[in-house]
């Protein structure tokens, strides 16, 4: 069974930074992937990058630029680094796992965190 604990969420100021981390617990088989997607109010959840257990990765045009996905494997950990955050980008994040490839189909994720809350002020 694999759990996922999502943090590093907060308020800023538009053009500020902040670092989300999800901390897994259990484990994947040698071929997985991890992903962020995000949920603004009244919005559909919506993906934002992906990172393969080989270190194949991806984020969405809205993010590209400015948001960045890696994972530490020694930590269990998946972070999501995001600059130059915008108004735009306030919503929850989730982090997400799935085995074997990614894609950005939040429906084809079996694992979920809970969510950590960002908020971006202009």
């Known amino acids: 069974q694999v759990h996922l604990v999502e943090s590093g969420g907060g308020s800023v100021q538009a053009g500020g930074s902040l670092r989300l981390s999800c901390a897994i617990s259990?484990?994947?088989?040698?071929?997985?992937?991890m992903a962020w997607f995000r949920q603004a109010t009244g919005k559909e959840r919506e993906w934002v990058a992906f990172?393969?257990?080989?270190?194949?990765?991806n984020t969405a045009e809205s993010v590209k630029g400015r948001f960045t996905i890696s994972q530490d494997n020694a930590k269990k950990t998946l972070y999501l680094q995001m600059n130059s955050l915008e108004p735009e980008d306030t919503a929850i994040y989730y982090c997400?796992?799935?085995?074997?490839?990614?894609?950005?189909?939040?429906?084809?994720?079996?694992?979920w965190g809970q969510g950590t809350q960002v908020t971006v002020s202009s």
């Open positions: 990172i393969s257990g080989g270190g194949f990765s």
């Open positions: 259990g484990s994947f088989p040698s071929r997985y992937c």
């Open positions: 997400a796992g799935k085995i074997a490839g990614c894609i950005s189909i939040q429906g084809q994720y079996t694992y």
